[in-house]
């Protein structure tokens, strides 16, 4: 039976012992192959019980199992209750331990007496180093892109090991699997190797037969991205999409048919009507004065009759009306043209021309070998098999998202894990507003699994599910254990004396550490029941010391008596008014304590003494200057009063040092050599190590302000931009060979044709009628052949799609430039020209010196490092103010509390005008106190009442305010000024400037030629 495994939970065995020999059974089945699921009841005759009934039987039955034979675990033998049978049914008597209280695995749930082995997968260290330096790299919270699922599970699993209290064998692994259901982890948990595995798997059908899931413990997502590429996808065909086939088809048909009735008033005209002109103009004439009107294009021949120029004005109105629409599509798909692109599946990726990189991860690796669907085959055959043999296939995941941000279209094959933190830290905010996903494999998630036959599947699985529902991890338990603190919330204590002598016991406790949280309740006998065999009156007292090292007394308070029997106690009456509220409710009067605060001041000596500090802190003028330290300082003050305590302070003049140390917030964290701050402060990860936050008291926003700088930065360069140089270069070319073209169709129609004109223009003169034509401007000059006139239309064409698209974005870029300046983060501000000063606030320089943002780092080294005085830099609030009110441009980075200062100097026209920049994300300010600090809960409720009586409020009012107010609305007139027209001027003026010198060499030319004749 031990060698077929059949002591497993899906047997029920029932062994009856009629020897009574539990030794004798103890020592067979200690070498038995029993497990943590084995379902064993040995059953014994009960010899010792005196039956009611003679014909009845006693037994005693004991749960026997044992954690796992084949790992180290030991025989456990556990009574469990006793039977009464007769020879009709059997009964429960009585329990003999506490084993029913629980299920069957909540009993067995510690296994400190096995060593469970575990398959740890590890794909980005060396497997041949020593196993601590391999522990030490799973168990590390630095470089989380570095084989993040495998470090994930294993520190999952230490929680798990803490959770069982095991020990644990580890067995290391490159890899996952190698096909499916072998090699690797999972090959090891499927040959039963292993018992457990550190990194979660994802399920597949042939992995069922051979293990089971256990319960969700990850996310498993691989994404293919890429930013944009720069041609975004725009095609020639944009510019015939705005209207279908056959929109195009009636309108030129209804062109045509203007046409031919222009040409009928013509013809009408010449011999009905008078002649208006000389000539009758010819059908083709007609035709390209109605393209013409349709491309914006004036005629200088006109209908003189009536209904002749009713049928020209209505030719303009549908064309005005199919120019307009046109245009406006044509602007919306090219200026709004898709920032993502079209590329949305595995298929639209392997169609594309897109470069691809992946990332070395085992999983993906086999993922492309192994996966049957098609899109995934072909990816294969066209984006990886050409590049199998080179350098430029597989790239770390630091290096991949580099690449991806540094060549737009490049794509990248990660782990969203790997790559999302990454892309975070290093992308600018429109870096990643340009990126584009596309799955790779299917989104999953990820499974801890055991062994299909694994005995501790239950226990694995109720463990599991234990640490995700409540978050408590042992080894933070560990870290933040005080063995001198046994006395506080965590632990509740019942104390009872046997010999009723409270004196004694006063004496004895009077130098105990305990808290005002401290939760110990002490009992004895009441007088009258001592010695007394019947009913016993137990009194019960409330006992804490609101803090003996900050001067408390021991607190003693009768609570209520209760009346006992053998087998329950009752509730007999209260001695006092404690129960008619909360614990802290009984303990909020701290009038017998001091309490240490530390303050932090930052414009004035804190050498100075401690009463006109005092005094500075508690005045209600100049709220820009430390508005902060005084805001919370005297909020401070209101809770002083309330809890009736006294205070002795500790003064410092910066938050911190470090993020966790030096200053006030170091005081009250990391050192604890101050209960409570002035001031609240930043909640951040690393503070949380040392410091809990109690109450959110306040927003903490720094901004940059600016009014928008006069030329709003605007250069000569705007009306080149809407085109490429190259898009320019190619234009000009197209127009000049266009004009080349025109001067040889009129020099063919006068030689050879004899039609039209009695002279032929020169090229100069047909180059002007090409650019003219780019420039909206008709032409006089009009060749007569179909040929000629043909290339004329296409000329019209072509200049009216270049020109409505030029005049489109140079109208969106000149009238529609904002009225607010366009920077609106740290990296346009960096790359501006504008001067900046900032506040000098101590958490400014701090921000400044240790954030990690990429912005702020480029904001430092070009707008701080790059001035030859530094110092410079830093300026008091009102003169920054002033400063920006009187040079628009300048930027100054201050604290929201001065914008008194701004709201008392600038007129409504000057704020409106302001911009403003976040310097860094704006964030709740909360009151802190120190992790292990025993006042949390008399301090949170106390700050509440404050905040619910309006006292918060006011002080809030007085001192912040968080944004500005513009009155003027969006209604205010914006005059476009010199500074805004000025290159337009400049570049005619150039332009005159130099057709005078073309004037002036012509006219030389001239004289020349005079005097040579």
């Not at 944009?228 to 065909?237: A, E, F, L, Q």
Request: aromatic share 12%; with cysteine.
């Amino acid at each position: 039976v031990s060698h077929l495994n059949l002591f497993k939970h899906y047997h029920h065995w029932l062994i009856y012992d009629g020897s009574n020999e539990l030794i004798a059974f103890q020592n067979t089945f200690q070498h038995l192959n029993l497990s943590v699921d084995t379902d064993i009841n040995y059953v014994i005759k009960n010899t010792t019980t005196t039956l009611v009934e003679p014909s009845s039987s006693s037994f005693v039955v004991y749960d026997v199992y044992n954690n796992g034979f084949q790992i180290g675990g030991s025989l456990n033998i556990t009574v469990d209750y006793e039977v009464e049978c007769n020879s009709l049914a059997c009964l429960k008597c009585k329990y003999l331990s506490k084993l029913h209280m629980r299920s069957l695995y909540g009993n067995r749930e510690r296994l400190s007496d096995i060593r469970m082995r575990v398959a740890v997968v590890v794909t980005r260290f060396d497997l041949k180093a020593p196993h601590s330096e391999i522990n030490a790299f799973l168990s590390s919270q630095r470089d989380f892109y570095i084989d993040p699922l495998a470090r994930f599970g294993f520190q999952v699993l230490l929680l798990l090991k803490d959770s069982l209290y095991t020990k644990v064998s580890l067995q290391y692994f490159d890899k996952w699997s190698d096909a499916d259901n072998t090699g690797g982890v999972v090959g090891a948990l499927v040959n039963h190797t292993v018992d457990l595995t550190s990194a979660p798997l994802v399920m597949s059908p042939l992995r069922f037969h051979f293990i089971t899931p256990i319960a969700p413990t990850g996310y498993f997502r691989s994404v293919c991205m890429f930013r944009t590429p720069r041609n975004s996808g725009i095609k020639g065909s944009v510019f015939v999409e705005p209207f279908s086939m056959q929109v195009w088809i009636y309108f030129g048909v209804i062109l045509a048919l203007a046409a031919l009735l222009l040409w009928f008033t013509f013809l009408v005209e010449y011999y009905k009507m008078g002649k208006h002109s000389t000539f009758i103009p010819s059908f083709l004439t007609t035709c390209l004065i109605s393209i013409g009107s349709a491309c914006a294009q004036s005629s200088s021949l006109l209908p003189g009759s009536i209904g002749g120029r009713f049928l020209f004005i209505t030719l303009m109105l549908i064309s005005f009306i199919m120019l307009n629409y046109y245009t406006s599509v044509v602007v919306s798909i090219l200026l709004g043209s898709p920032v993502k692109s079209n590329i949305k599946t595995m298929s639209d990726l392997t169609d594309s021309n897109l470069d691809v990189g992946f990332e070395p991860l085992p999983y993906t690796y086999a993922y492309l070998n192994t996966s049957t669907l098609p899109e995934v085959k072909r990816f294969v055959r066209h984006k990886v098999a050409p590049k199998i043999h080179t350098n430029n296939l597989w790239f770390s995941a630091q290096e991949g998202i580099m690449r991806m941000r540094d060549r737009p279209g490049f794509v990248f094959v990660f782990e969203v894990s790997t790559g999302y933190h990454l892309i975070e830290r290093t992308y600018e905010a429109t870096e990643i507003c340009d990126l584009n996903e596309v799955q790779f494999r299917p989104d999953t998630q990820l499974v801890t699994h055991l062994h299909r036959n694994s005995s501790y599947r239950e226990i694995v699985r109720l463990k599991i599910l234990r640490i995700m529902e409540t978050g408590v991890h042992a080894k933070h338990r560990r870290q933040w254990a005080n063995d001198l603190k046994l006395f506080d919330h965590h632990y509740r204590w019942l104390i009872y004396d046997e010999m009723s002598d409270i004196m004694k016991f006063k004496i004895f406790v009077s130098n105990f550490n305990f808290f005002i949280d401290t939760d110990l309740t002490y009992a004895m006998l009441s007088d009258e029941h001592i010695n007394s065999s019947k009913n016993s009156t137990f009194l019960l007292y409330d006992v804490y010391n609101k803090g003996q090292k900050w001067g408390g007394r021991l607190n003693m308070t009768a609570d209520h008596a209760v009346s006992c029997t053998h087998s329950n106690c009752h509730l007999q009456k209260y001695l006092s008014t404690l129960h008619q509220r909360s614990k802290s409710g009984n303990r909020e009067r701290l009038s017998d304590l001091t309490l240490s605060v530390c303050t932090v001041v930052t414009r004035k000596p804190i050498n100075l003494p401690e009463e006109v500090l005092i005094g500075y802190l508690m005045s209600q003028n100049n709220t820009h200057i430390d508005g902060l330290p005084r805001f919370g300082f005297q909020v401070l003050m209101v809770l002083k009063d309330i809890l009736g305590s006294n205070f002795s302070y500790q003064f410092k003049e910066t938050w911190s040092v470090t993020e966790t140390t030096g200053g006030c917030i170091g005081a009250v964290g990391y050192e604890h050599s101050a209960d409570l701050l002035s001031t609240p402060f930043l909640f951040t990860e690393k503070r949380s190590l040392y410091s809990r936050p109690i109450l959110r008291n306040g927003h903490f926003r720094s901004i940059c302000i600016f009014r928008t700088p006069r030329k709003a930065d605007m250069k000569t360069g705007v009306f080149m931009e809407p085109f490429s140089v190259a898009v320019w270069i190619l234009f000009g070319i197209v127009l000049g060979l266009i004009g080349v073209f025109l001067w040889v169709i009129f020099l063919v129609e006068h030689n050879k044709m004899k039609i039209s004109l009695t002279y032929v223009p020169s090229l100069l003169t047909t180059c002007l009628m090409s650019f003219a034509t780019a420039c909206v401007q008709s032409s006089q000059l009009v060749p007569s052949s179909f040929g000629g006139r043909l290339t004329f239309i296409c000329l019209s064409l072509l200049t009216f799609i270049m020109y409505n698209y030029y005049t489109s974005i140079v109208v969106s870029t000149l009238l529609g430039a904002p009225v607010k300046s366009d920077i609106k983060t740290m990296g346009q501000l960096a790359d501006s020209n504008l001067e900046v000063a900032m506040e000098p606030l101590p958490y400014n320089a701090a921000y400044l010196n240790f954030s990690k943002l990429p912005e702020i780092k480029r904001f430092v080294k070009r707008k701080i490092e790059s001035k030859s005085n530094s110092g410079s830099v830093w300026l008091p609030a009102e003169e920054g103010i002033l400063r920006v009110r009187d040079e628009p441009g300048f930027v100054y980075i201050f604290e929201a509390f001065s914008f008194g200062l701004v709201e008392r100097y600038y007129d409504a026209q000057e704020i409106c005008d302001l911009n403003e920049v976040l310097f860094r994300p704006p964030a709740d300010l909360h009151t802190h106190v120190n992790r292990n600090s025993s006042f949390t809960e008399i301090l949170r409720w106390r700050l509440v009442r404050i905040f619910e009586t309006g006292i918060y409020s006011k002080f809030d009012r007085h001192w912040i305010n968080s944004r500005l107010n513009c009155y003027l609305g969006n209604n205010a007139l914006i005059q476009v000024g010199l500074e805004y027209t000025a290159p337009l001027f400049a570049m005619l003026f150039c332009s005159y400037i130099l057709v005078l010198i073309v004037i002036l060499l012509e006219i030389l030319w001239k004289h020349f030629e005079r005097r040579e004749a």
